[in-house]
């Protein structure tokens, strides 16, 4: 049997144990979670996962693999608590934005670490995550480490730098699609729909929008275009997008993402 260890038990340690569950990648009992101080939290994922929540110290020796799930803010302190506490050859799993592998060793000594940006949607099997290794990483660990992601949705490699855009792409992203399915559900009950009504035809609209990415061959300005009649319509959508500047914001709003997760290492 696996011990598997959560240091955090937010939302994205949640997410997680929720995805691996449900795949059947790790069973509750395999999956241990601790956090800082807040109990109640701890006996709600017990209830609700049947993870184990009270456990002793030979658990943190015998873990194998431990996932760093705290707020990056709290990081440091939370791996100054953790590195006593871990002797053996313990893999880490660190999904904290903004947070260097080499940052991680320092704290945690040499070992084996897999840093990845993973998603919300892990919870439901549909996350997009990054994942960038270090060299005490094996080959077999390597391919433990990607199907642990594939297992809660898809994953791809990339360099450790380019964690920052990932971030700002794919881990944020999640938040931007709901702000915008906000605004839609705001802005679709001023037009005469309900928001149930707005729901449901934004969220299919948004899934075949995704799927027609996924299995076309043409880029998203050809199938804009598709939509897009002269004189119609969408051709006056977008005019209006382009006259508050849509381009400008989605830049302005991936840069600061990206420039917010290079700084994460010195926020307190
Ligand atoms: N949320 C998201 O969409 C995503 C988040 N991430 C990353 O995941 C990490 C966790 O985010 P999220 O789940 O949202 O955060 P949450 O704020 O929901 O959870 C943070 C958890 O860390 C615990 N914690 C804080 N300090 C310590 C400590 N010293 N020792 C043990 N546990 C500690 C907290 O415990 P307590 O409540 O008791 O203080 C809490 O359980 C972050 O680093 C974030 O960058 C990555 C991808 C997506
Ligand atoms: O907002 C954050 O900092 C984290 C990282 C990606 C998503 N949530």
């Known amino acids: 049997m696996k011990k598997i260890l959560f240091i955090g038990a937010g939302s994205m340690a949640e997410a997680l144990i929720q995805g691996w569950i449900k795949e059947k990648v790790f069973t509750a009992q395999e999956i241990y979670v601790t956090n800082r101080s807040d109990k109640e939290r701890l006996q709600f994922l017990h209830d609700t996962y049947g993870v184990n929540c009270n456990f002793d110290h030979d658990t943190y020796q015998q873990a194998d693999l431990i996932i760093l799930a705290m707020k990056p803010k709290d990081a440091i302190s939370a791996m100054h608590e953790l590195k006593p506490k871990i002797t053996g050859q313990s893999a880490i799993l660190s999904i904290l934005a903004g947070i260097a592998i080499n940052t991680i060793t320092e ?115 050809v199938l804009r275009r598709k939509v897009t009649s002269p004189g119609g319509t969408t051709e006056a959508g977008i005019k209006a997008l382009e006259q508050y500047q849509f381009n400008e914001a989605i830049e302005a709003c991936i840069k600061e993402a990206e420039a917010r997760s290079r700084s994460l290492a010195n926020s307190k």
Do not use: C, W
């Not at 704290?107 to 998603?119: F, S, W, Y």
């Not at 996350?127 to 199907?147: C, H, P, Y």
């Not at 999640?174 to 679709?188: H, N, T």
């Not at 009950?189 to 990415?213: F, I, P, Y």
């Open 107 to 221: 704290h945690l000594g040499a070992r084996p670490v897999a840093r990845v940006m993973p998603n919300t949607s892990a919870t439901i099997g549909m996350s997009a995550s990054g994942i960038a290794f270090n060299d005490k990483v094996t080959t077999e660990q390597r391919s433990i480490f990607l199907q642990l992601l594939e297992a809660v949705g898809s994953v791809i490699e990339v360099d450790e730098d380019q964690l920052h855009a990932v971030t700002a792409l794919s881990g944020s992203g999640p938040a931007y699609i709901y702000y915008l399915m906000e605004a839609f559900e705001r802005v679709g009950t001023k037009v005469g729909l309900s928001k149930d009504t707005v729901r449901l035809l934004m969220t299919q609209t948004l899934a075949g929008t995704a799927e027609m990415l996924k299995q076309s061959v043409d880029d998203p300005d």
